[in-house]
């Protein structure tokens, strides 16, 4: 059973910076190598649906417009970590930021929906506050 660990959460005032990181365990070599491993940040606020914020997927990145040119993704392979580096945060922001994974052909078209992903983490709270 594939594990996903996040860290990296906290309280932050409007502007400041976090980064989020994502710990995979247990994966098999082959399938955390594969081009076809998709690995993505959702976030979920009180009151709303999880959505998604960005997304690592054969070679490429993906960002939600909402986050594009302040957040970034990156993923380490040789560590088996996915990381979310977010500047210039917002107070809405603030969530339970998840990290997510799958193994699927062609699962980066479909990388921003939650219906994608069969491995998720416990998830870490960020905080944003005016």
Excluded at 16 to 44: E, H, I, N, V
Excluded at 73 to 88: C, E, G, H, P, Y
């Amino acid at each position: 059973q594939v594990r996903l660990v996040e860290s990296g959460g906290g309280s932050v005032q409007a502007e400041g910076s976090l980064r989020l990181s994502c710990a995979a365990s247990r994966y098999r070599p082959s399938d955390y190598t594969s081009p076809w491993l998709c690995m993505a940040w959702f976030r979920q606020a009180p009151g709303k649906e999880r959505e998604a914020v960005a997304a690592s997927a054969l070679g490429n990145t993906f960002y939600a417009d909402s986050v594009a040119g302040r957040f970034t993704i990156s993923r380490d392979n040789a560590k088996n970590t996915l990381d979310l580096q977010m500047n210039s945060l917002q107070p809405e922001d603030t969530a339970v930021y998840y990290c997510a994974a799958v193994t699927q052909v062609g699962c980066s078209a479909t990388w921003y929906r939650t219906s994608g992903y069969n491995y998720w983490g416990q998830g870490t709270q960020v905080t944003v506050s005016s």
